[in-house]
């Protein structure tokens, strides 16, 4: 019997879980994190086992840390009379029917699928088969489906439950039915902080000390505003201990050893019981001193451990480092600190927001991509009445891929340094020069860029802008992402293997090891004659190509045919294409459709499609304006990767690549035009293309179009809310209006 309080928004959705299971094998839960979602999950399965006694509930949790426990100990607070256990309770229970049994993830997720304790010798697998033999239905409740889908589907697949709950504030898995909690519910029920404050302070922080040179320092802002709260709790009586979160990169132990220094510094030595660890996945000595609300400790370092599964609701600031390895910024994360430790709001800002502060440069792009899991991939088909639209597709024969010298590649990349530079082929480049003319950056400090405002929820710090330009000094390791970044993007733009691209980087612009042994006496040669900049340190190395990677990919993608020389390619495949029957686009789980674009070729194609944060500005612009002008009666958006999507060739530097353009268009004429949406312009002329190889996609669709003069074509940018076209040349320039026209003035 369920015995908890349950909020109305709860028991709202709660019974609409009840009537969409009834309905399907599968339903997702979507929930932000601090809604509750133990509870309301607690009172659906008293609900549906009043009407289905024959069912046994396998609930599978994230198990680093046992954190399996804190859901099981919230359903037996809530509940009364229904039996639960654990992995190895349901493996001897006799009779599971009407019990709960609250499976770790890591106890069973082994390639063997055997779960196994000394002296035990039966298996999960064998259990699940007697409970079919016995006419018992299993149902399997997937919690933090994000983080275990491959695994989960696998254990579906094995278990055959009669019905599948999957639960996560950031769901991943396609499926027909979805219970959606908004976030909104949850802030107005005081459950979840009003708002997220970002980097509060550090503006006037960093107009006091001039410049902010070092993650680290975020701990005094972080500190300060714990303390700012602790005496806030204190004058309202309240026991509760305000918890900082300092989350590490992985493989971060020097910087796990600077930050314990530097909060010893500021009077919190590992020794004075007020700081924790937790890294290894398991939970640390003293774990209520954590999760309680007066627990004694104000810090808590960690790296991954707690992003998911985990409850502490007097978290209150999140300091977040530096990536150094490859994971981004996480909503699970953020919602660690969103939870009220009260389950209710102060009428005070102070404790009313939760607070985060980074200087990860990687924010923005970390968000999209987390923002991205609020997003489903559904199926659209296209209308029955569409017209016919038939074009000829371009294909590579395989893979275009052929060996390259990387000698050769040293040659080529030096000479597009040297014409960049206006310097004869057989110069060297000058620093000071490249700084006063070309605006090329040099020394050993990174560029960096950092948020401050507040979001009520985490869709809307998308819309934070950065409040300043700072630097700090580059770390080779802590900032290994972000080096290794620019020089991925930089052997893309080449269209060579990284491997190559980074000898040929290192030649021309590293510093010289002429005494590594590992090096022949003719590589050390060949790098003497090849070497553009001289006395580079690594630091400066790795610090010149991410600041100057948007300007080097540049240079490389436009390096021509003619300055590579003859090479073999692979044939060119040309095929019939029509519009595909189906088709499959992202919309927002959460948001419903508020206008049908009527003119898109696919049914209840929408604008919760256009949100996608996936999508371009101009791209939604650009769909906007079809919908509203008599110019156009058709619109097709085209895919970006695979066989069913139109795409042509086009060369970059080494290499030959698919160009998917974004639209195919079709006036009321007949007339057919193809159009590649890019960014713009902000209102100040700075350009917000993205795309190095922009200029090559211009000309191949030009060269295309040339052989297919039926067709019209152009490439769309934005100036504010005003769309231009170019279907001549390419310019970054949108403001030389004899090559950007306004898209009323050309498609008309």
Not at 694 to 723: D, I, M, T
Request: net charge negative; charged share 30%; proline share 4%.
């Amino acid at each position: 019997m369920f015995t908890g309080d349950i909020i109305k928004f709860q028991t709202k959705h709660e019974q609409s879980l009840l009537r969409k299971c009834a309905d399907h094998h599968e339903v997702v839960l979507y929930a932000p994190t601090g809604s509750g979602k133990t509870v309301l999950v607690s009172r659906f399965i008293d609900d549906y086992l009043d009407e289905n006694p024959n069912t046994v509930f396998l609930w599978l949790c994230p198990g680093a840390g046992g954190l399996e426990r804190q859901s099981q100990d919230t359903f037996e607070a809530v509940t009364s009379g229904i039996p639960d256990g654990d992995v190895y309770s349901f493996i001897n229970e006799p009779d599971p029917r009407g019990h709960v049994f609250f499976i770790n993830w890591d106890k069973i997720n082994k390639k063997s699928n055997v779960v196994l304790r000394e002296g035990e010798h039966k298996d999960l697998m064998t259990k699940v088969l007697h409970c079919h033999n016995d006419g018992i239905d299993i149902f399997m409740l997937i919690d933090e489906e994000h983080k275990y889908r491959q695994t989960a589907n696998e254990y579906i697949s094995n278990i055959q439950p009669v019905h599948v709950l999957r639960i996560s504030a950031t769901p991943v898995t396609k499926v027909d039915a979805i219970e959606t909690v908004k976030d909104d519910e949850v802030i107005a029920a005081g459950l979840i902080a009003t708002g997220i404050s970002i980097n509060e302070g550090l503006a006037k922080a960093i107009e006091e000390n001039n410049q902010l040179d070092d993650d680290i320092q975020l701990l005094e802002l972080a500190d300060k505003k714990r303390k700012e709260i602790q005496a806030e709790y204190d004058k309202r009586g309240l026991k509760i201990r305000p918890l900082v979160l300092i989350q590490f990169p992985n493989g971060s132990e020097e910087w796990i050893k600077r930050v314990k220094e530097a909060l010893s510094d500021m009077g919190y030595p590992e020794s004075s019981g007020l700081v924790a660890s937790w890294f290894s996945g398991d939970h640390p000595d003293n774990p209520e001193q954590i999760s309680n609300l007066d627990g004694q400790y104000a810090f808590l370092l960690f790296k991954q451990a707690i992003a998911t599964g985990w409850d502490c609701p007097r978290a209150k600031i999140l300091v977040k480092l530096r990536e150094g390895g490859t994971e981004q910024f996480n909503i699970q994360t953020v919602g660690r600190i969103r939870r009220m430790p009260e389950r209710h709001h102060y009428d005070l800002a102070l404790l009313d927001n939760c607070y985060l502060y980074t200087l990860d440069n990687e924010f923005t792009e970390g968000m999209t991509s987390s923002l991205s899991d609020a997003f489903y991939v559904y199926q659209y088909r296209r209308k029955l009445r569409a017209p016919s639209i038939l074009l000829k597709k371009e294909m590579l024969k395989g893979s275009d891929k052929f060996a390259v010298n990387p000698e050769a590649v040293v040659k080529v990349v030096r000479a597009a340094m040297l014409k960049e530079c206006d310097i004869n082929e057989d110069g060297v480049l000058d620093k000071h020069e490249m700084e006063v003319a070309k605006g090329y950056v040099f020394g050993t400090k990174l560029k960096t860029s950092a948020f401050e405002g507040v979001a009520r929820t985490t869709h809307d710090m998308m819309k934070l802008n950065p409040i300043f330009g700072g630097e700090h000094q580059i770390n080779n390791h802590d900032d290994g992402f972000i080096i290794r970044d620019a020089k991925r993007r930089i052997a893309s733009a080449i269209g060579v293997d990284e491997q190559i691209s980074n000898n040929a980087l290192r030649v021309l612009f590293g510093p010289g090891d002429y005494s590594n042994p590992i090096f022949s006496e003719k590589e050390k040669e060949f790098e003497r004659a090849n070497k553009l900049l001289i006395d580079m340190s690594l630091r400066e190395f790795n610090a010149f190509l991410v600041n100057n990677k948007e300007r080097l990919v540049t240079v490389f993608s436009n390096i021509s045919q003619t300055e590579i020389g003859e090479i073999k390619e692979t044939e060119i495949d040309v095929a019939d294409w029509g519009i595909p029957k189906y088709q499959y686009y992202r919309h927002h789980k959460k948001l419903p459709v508020t206008k049908i674009l009527e003119k898109n070729l696919f049914e209840s194609y929408g604008d919760n499609i256009l949100i996608d944060p996936n999508r371009t500005m101009t791209e939604i612009a650009f769909e906007n304006w079809c919908e509203g002008s008599d110019s156009i009666q058709h619109v097709y958006k085209n895919g970006d990767k695979g066989d069913d999507f139109f795409c042509i060739v086009y060369r970059r530097a080494f290499r030959r690549s698919h160009f998917f353009p974004d639209y195919i268009v079709q006036k009321p004429s007949g007339e057919i035009w193809i159009i590649e949406a890019k960014g713009g312009a902000t209102a100040d002329g700075t350009s917000k293309n993205i795309d190095g190889y922009a200029s090559r996609k211009f000309e191949a669709l030009k060269e295309y179009c040339s052989r297919h003069p039926e067709l019209k074509w152009g490439f769309v940018r934005a100036v504010g809310s005003q769309l231009y076209i170019s279907n001549t040349q390419w310019s970054e320039d949108m403001f030389d209006h004899t090559i950007w026209k306004p898209i009323d003035e050309v498609i008309s």
